[in-house]
């Protein structure tokens, strides 16, 4: 998932001197990164960036609610590994529009300078865009931590209300985490039977739906299933149906 300047990039002009490559990563270590392995799927592909640029030297900045430069540029890449592997996101809400601007400050005269990004690329968090502009010559890369999220349903919360008729209606929460508008099949199913209906969430909206009343099940403990998706561990929400 990521915001609509995702594909920005720009090439050096020709007939441009380069010295040598100068990459800035910029890692998001905001709330939203403790969820889905995100953080660790971050770091993973930053090792894999250094492991395959031996000749570069590395800038790291870590972003959530400010941007702050937390190694300076080095070409020691066991020190900025070290630094990597001490870093845990931050329980802060993802304000990165200064983020830009802060790795702006670490670009050298002459060299190749490239901002690499790795978020999960919370719209919430990104939506405010960059209070600074790029030279035409810096080369802007944008890694989504965790791109199976881009297209994930997920069961948030179920609850069972008891009628006035004795029948038991359940009400549940959908997150949909991607870009575009989704729409999957759900399914309760308890002790007393299964009813299914369409839902149709919006892009990274969440929002709460009913199914058919049932019958009051014997047995309180139910099951909520949706069409399953390349993240599956939230697809299966496992609840008790007693009623409120």
């Keep these: 998932a990521g915001p609509e300047w995702h594909n920005k990039k720009s090439e050096k002009q020709s007939g441009d001197k380069i010295s040598f490559k100068r990459i800035i990563i910029i890692l998001d270590r905001s709330a939203s990164m403790a969820g889905w392995d995100s953080f660790l799927k971050a770091k993973e592909k930053i090792e894999k960036?250094?492991?395959?640029e031996p000749d570069a030297e590395f800038?790291?900045?870590s972003s959530s609610n400010k941007s702050?430069?937390?190694l300076e540029p080095t070409n020691d890449k066991s020190v900025l590994k070290k630094k990597l592997s001490e870093l845990k996101p931050l329980l802060f809400e993802g304000k990165h529009n200064d983020c830009i601007a802060k790795a702006m400050e670490l670009f050298k005269e002459g060299a190749n300078n490239e901002i690499v990004i790795v978020s999960d690329f919370q719209l919430t968090d990104w939506?405010?865009?960059f209070n600074a502009r790029l030279p035409s010559s810096v080369i802007l890369?944008?890694?989504d931590s965790n791109p199976e999220m881009s297209a994930n349903f997920a069961i948030m919360d179920a609850v069972a209300k008891?009628?006035?008729?004795g029948t038991v209606e359940v009400e549940f929460e959908i997150q949909n985490f991607g870009l575009e508008e989704e729409t999957r099949m759900a399914k309760l199913s308890c002790s007393s039977g299964e009813v299914s209906r369409e839902i149709t969430v919006p892009a990274r909206k969440r929002l709460k739906f009913a199914f058919p009343p049932v019958s009051e099940p014997e047995e309180k403990?139910?099951?909520?299933?949706?069409?399953s998706d390349t993240y599956p561990l939230d697809d299966t929400y496992h609840f008790y149906?007693?009623?409120e």
């Excluded at 960036?49 to 395959?52: F, G, L, N």
């Excluded at 008891?162 to 008729?165: E, I, P, T």
């Excluded at 403990?221 to 069409?227: K, R």
């Design 49 to 52: 960036i250094i492991d395959s």
């Design 59 to 61: 800038a790291l900045i």
């Design 68 to 70: 702050e430069i937390i």
């Design 127 to 129: 939506s405010s865009g």
């Design 141 to 143: 890369k944008l890694l």
């Design 162 to 165: 008891k009628s006035v008729s």
């Design 221 to 227: 403990s139910a099951m909520i299933t949706i069409t």
């Design 241 to 243: 149906m007693g009623s």
